[in-house]
């Protein structure tokens, strides 16, 4: 066959093919009128080639492999030497790829750095270091609508659940000592690192959640001077994640960590789905007495929403 009909069978170039017999790994007969003659041996062999390549085995270290059909094998890996070619290039593959994950963890590393280095701690900084973009929500979210699921929280009981703290030590939301508690419950907190759910904008109520804890970093002392006892944050995330952000964002509160949705299945708190995964719906509850006192669901704009909260604290004393 010619070396069109070898390379289109084979599924490569004659580029490809012309480079594979410079390296004495295909040698075609030559024909009375000067053309190559390839016979199906030939054909194999190219295949063989290609498979190997696919894998990261150079076309020069498959030798041993082609060697291995030359004496008479089925297989191009049935010789001792072939296996030895696979180990070789396993190993090659295991250092790229060490050296690789060090550069990534390297550059995680520096990303990290960077972003708890250069991240605002007030709006005006936030001017100052022209970072607003970091806080600042886009002006076409939809706005969430209030579908009920938080309707019967009002007058409920809070259940004997503890949750990891960042704070230290775990908190008992059934035990909160005598007065006013904010609970703020949000899906989840971004990094740089990190992407956000595919299609998160586009969820009523899902964006937002890194303004909303940092408007309640900056009224935190009102609200404390407004009747509020303490201040949390919660959602699904893990304690050392949610520590990182605690530290990044500079929040005088801590956060709460429910990865197993233990609140939301004791009080049938509002959840949605995004990207495959679950979250809690943005809500706050204001805790008394070991009771639901006061809802707020749903919340727009999260980046306002501290106030709102100290708005109802001043209105509704104690």
Same mark, same amino acid.
């Given at each position: 066959?010619? #070396?069109?009909?070898?390379?289109?069978?084979a599924g %490569?170039?004659?580029?490809?093919v @012309? /480079?594979? $017999?410079?390296?004495?790994?295909?040698?075609? %007969?030559?024909?009375?009128?000067? /053309?190559?003659?390839?016979?199906?041996?030939?054909l194999?062999?190219?295949?063989?080639?290609?498979?190997?390549?696919r894998?990261?085995?150079?076309?020069?270290?498959? !030798?041993p492999?082609?060697e291995c059909?030359?004496?008479? =094998?089925?297989?191009? *890996?049935?010789? &001792?030497?072939?296996?030895?070619?696979?180990?070789?290039?396993?190993?090659?593959?295991?250092?790229?790829?060490?050296? +690789?994950?060090e550069?990534?963890? $390297?550059? #995680?590393a !520096?990303?990290?750095?960077?972003?708890?280095?250069?991240?605002?701690i007030?709006?005006? *900084?936030?001017?100052?270091?022209k970072?607003a973009?970091?806080?600042?929500?886009?002006?076409?979210?939809?706005v969430?609508?209030?579908?009920?699921?938080? @309707? =019967?929280?009002?007058?409920?009981?809070?259940?004997? #659940?503890?949750?990891?703290?960042?704070?230290?030590?775990p908190?008992?939301?059934?035990?909160?000592?005598?007065?006013?508690? %904010?609970?703020?419950?949000?899906?989840?907190?971004?990094?740089?690192d990190?992407?956000? &759910?595919?299609?998160?904008?586009? #969820?009523?109520?899902?964006?937002?959640?890194?303004?909303e804890?940092?408007?309640f970093?900056?009224h935190?002392?009102?609200?404390?001077?407004?009747?509020?006892?303490?201040v949390h944050?919660?959602?699904?995330q893990?304690?050392?994640?949610?520590?990182g952000?605690? *530290? @990044?964002?500079?929040?005088?509160?801590?956060m709460?960590?429910?990865? $197993?949705?233990?609140l939301a299945?004791?009080l049938?708190?509002?959840?949605?789905?995004?990207?495959?995964?679950?979250?809690? !719906?943005r809500?706050?509850l204001?805790i008394?007495?070991?009771?639901?006192? =006061? %809802?707020? /669901?749903?919340?727009?704009?999260?980046n $306002?929403?501290?106030?709102?909260?100290l708005?109802? +604290?001043?209105?509704?004393?104690?």
């Amino acid at each position: 066959m010619k #070396i069109s009909e070898l390379a289109r069978k084979a599924g %490569v170039s004659t580029k490809a093919v @012309r /480079y594979y $017999e410079s390296l004495g790994l295909v040698t075609p %007969v030559r024909l009375d009128n000067g /053309y190559r003659d390839y016979s199906a041996d030939d054909l194999r062999r190219v295949r063989e080639i290609r498979a190997l390549t696919r894998l990261g085995i150079s076309a020069d270290r498959t !030798r041993p492999f082609l060697e291995c059909l030359d004496v008479g =094998h089925e297989h191009a *890996d049935d010789c &001792p030497s072939s296996l030895a070619g696979y180990r070789a290039a396993i190993d090659e593959l295991t250092m790229r790829i060490d050296a +690789l994950t060090e550069r990534r963890t $390297e550059l #995680i590393a !520096r990303l990290r750095s960077a972003a708890a280095r250069n991240f605002p701690i007030s709006p005006r *900084d936030l001017e100052q270091t022209k970072m607003a973009n970091l806080h600042e929500l886009p002006t076409d979210l939809p706005v969430p609508q209030d579908d009920g699921a938080a @309707r =019967h929280l009002p007058g409920t009981a809070l259940p004997e #659940i503890t949750l990891p703290s960042t704070g230290g030590d775990p908190v008992r939301l059934h035990a909160l000592e005598e007065g006013r508690h %904010v609970l703020y419950v949000f899906p989840l907190i971004g990094t740089p690192d990190v992407d956000l &759910p595919q299609g998160w904008d586009n #969820i009523p109520g899902a964006r937002g959640c890194t303004p909303e804890a940092c408007d309640f970093r900056d009224h935190y002392e009102d609200l404390t001077a407004a009747g509020a006892v303490s201040v949390h944050g919660m959602s699904i995330q893990t304690t050392d994640y949610l520590q990182g952000v605690v *530290d @990044r964002l500079r929040l005088p509160y801590a956060m709460l960590s429910d990865a $197993e949705f233990r609140l939301a299945k004791a009080l049938r708190l509002p959840t949605f789905q995004a990207d495959g995964e679950h979250f809690y !719906r943005r809500l706050t509850l204001i805790i008394r007495g070991g009771k639901i006192e =006061h %809802v707020f /669901y749903p919340i727009f704009p999260p980046n $306002e929403h501290a106030q709102q909260v100290l708005a109802w +604290l001043k209105d509704n004393p104690a």
